[in-house]
């Protein structure tokens, strides 16, 4: 599992700009028939755990996730018990230092992925900045294959400073052909675009009651595979 997760972190160090996971999608497609979120799927969770050391990740997941006790990890990692407990402590303050699910209900998460969708087609600066919490985070990955931002962007202003200068102005023209649907994936509803039929984009979000805290833009062709099958898509 070790040797798996280094392997895993060397192809991170190769890929083109800031780096999401597959989408894990629910086969429940109504994200309005689902209340409760699943904060152990999020997308922001895989992204963290991603920036772990190997060592860190393997005793976490498998203390925390699997109930494994430290002696049993201290034989799978080669290293003693205490070492394996520092490792999962260290990685329990890396992830309560970042937020990685929504503290709002399912109703209310759905209802601000609605709101955002509209604000980022009208373009509509007011609504964007109600919206977003002030520290607000945006990962977008286009894997070197579709327009994304090439790092991390930070802040509200500079998040809807991008998202008026590269979201909204395509959106306006594919407006003819763009279609969007709230879909259930990584345990919580998303926002998914389409042009004529096809997905170009899959936003996950993490929302509390200040507002959108994090977005994560899927825009790699290879990632949105997972949703190719979406009908009912609305205008």
């Not at 699997?66 to 034989?75: E, K, R, T």
């Not at 230092?97 to 399912?106: E, F, L, N, R």
């Not at 579709?146 to 202003?157: H, K, N, P, V, W």
């Not at 500079?158 to 259930?184: C, E």
Request: aromatic residues 8%.
């Amino acid at each position: 599992a070790l040797d798996h997760c280094k392997t895993a972190e060397e192809k991170r160090k190769q890929y083109f700009g800031p780096w999401l996971p597959e989408p894990l999608v629910s086969d429940q497609e109504d994200p309005e028939q689902q209340h409760q979120l699943d904060q152990s799927l999020t997308m922001a969770l895989l992204v963290v755990l991603d920036r772990l050391s190997p060592s860190e990740r393997a005793a976490f997941i498998l203390h925390d996730l699997f109930d494994f006790n430290f002696d049993d990890i201290a034989g799978m990692l080669d290293k003693s018990a205490a070492a394996c407990r520092q490792l999962a402590s260290r990685s329990r303050a890396k992830l309560s230092s970042t937020p990685v699910a929504s503290t709002i209900s399912g109703e209310r998460h759905v209802a601000m992925a609605e709101a955002f969708f509209h604000a980022t087609r009208a373009g509509d600066t007011e609504a964007l900045v109600n919206l977003l919490s002030e520290d607000v985070i945006f990962h977008s990955d286009g894997g070197g294959k579709a327009a994304a931002a090439r790092q991390i962007l930070e802040g509200r202003d500079t998040v809807v400073q991008w998202i008026l200068r590269a979201i909204s102005p395509n959106l306006d023209k594919a407006a003819q052909a763009l279609s969007h649907q709230l879909r259930w994936f990584n345990g919580a509803p998303g926002l998914l675009l389409f042009v004529e039929g096809n997905p170009v984009t899959a936003f996950h979000f993490v929302i509390s009651t200040e507002g959108i805290q994090a977005i994560y833009a899927l825009r790699n062709p290879d990632k949105l595979r997972f949703f190719k099958d979406s009908d009912n898509t609305e205008q």
